[in-house]
T-cell receptor
Framework: DTGVSQDPRHKITKRGQNVTFRCDPI?????LYWYRQTLGQGPEFLTY????????KSRLLSDRFSAERPKGSFSTLEIQRTEQGDSAMYLC????????????FGPGTRLTVT | AQSVAQPEDQVNVAEGNPLTVKCTYS??????LFWYVQYPNRGLQFLLK??????LVKGSYGFEAEFNKSQTSFHLKKPSALVSDSALYFC????????????FGAGTRLFVKA
């Protein structure tokens, strides 16, 4: 069990560019979450998958944001036409069917939009 | 609407003294309550949870938390603080009325002085 991994760890992009982040959950965890964390704040819920189905989506997730989990394993989060306000740490977490309350977090992807 | 309040940005305590990090919440239905810890340059780690049952729950690293339904609180405690406990602590809540959206507080930074 290697834990939740995220790639890349850091991303610097220019305003208006598209970016995509990847999350690999703990194997056999069927639940996957995306959060956004800005400095001095706790994680803000973005979206939740159970297997490949996206079951919840925050109003924070504007039309420029999309997430997928095509085979119920890894997930991607894409931000189109990035804005400076998108600069944040993007966190992924997963949980298992048996112990679904405990979320295991990855190290995050830090996005800087210049 | 669900919300979590951590009224203290920072808590300072001397090593060996007891510590308390406060958390109050608002949620529809019965609460599922969590504490997570974030060490520098590391991802969030699960500490403990309250789902049902005894109001006093025990977790990792000697931490415990007390659920108080009438005061809608879930304060984190430890009888004897260690310097290594210095970190950022987040309280989180989810309601039991369906959905997996977890709301996090803004965090409390704990400093334990030797």
């Amino acid at each position: 069990d290697t834990g939740v991994s995220q790639d890349p760890r850091h991303k610097i992009t220019k305003r208006g560019q598209n970016v995509t982040f990847r999350c690999d959950p703990i194997s056999e965890h069927n639940r996957l979450y995306w959060y956004r964390q800005t400095l001095g704040q706790g994680p803000e819920f973005l979206t939740y998958f159970q297997n490949e189905a996206q079951l919840e989506k925050s109003r924070l997730l504007s039309d420029r944001f999309s997430a997928e989990r095509p085979k119920g394993s890894f997930s991607t989060l894409e931000i189109q036409r990035t804005e400076q306000g998108d600069s944040a740490m993007y966190l992924c977490a997963s949980s298992s069917r048996e112990v679904s309350y405990e979320q295991y977090f990855g190290p995050g992807t830090r996005l800087t939009v210049t | 609407a669900q919300s979590v309040a951590q009224p203290e940005d920072q808590v300072n305590v001397a090593e060996g003294n007891p510590l308390t990090v406060k958390c109050t919440y608002s949620v529809s239905g019965n609460p599922y309550l969590f504490w997570y810890v974030q060490y520098p340059n590391r991802g969030l780690q699960f500490l403990l949870k309250y789902i049902t049952g005894d109001n006093l729950v025990k977790g990792s690293y000697g931490f415990e938390a007390e659920f108080n339904k009438s005061q809608t609180s879930f304060h984190l405690k430890k009888p004897s603080a260690l310097v290594s406990d210095s970190a950022l602590y987040f309280c989180a809540v989810r309601g039991d009325t369906g959905g997996f959206k977890t709301i996090f507080g803004a965090g409390t930074r704990l400093f334990v002085k030797a």
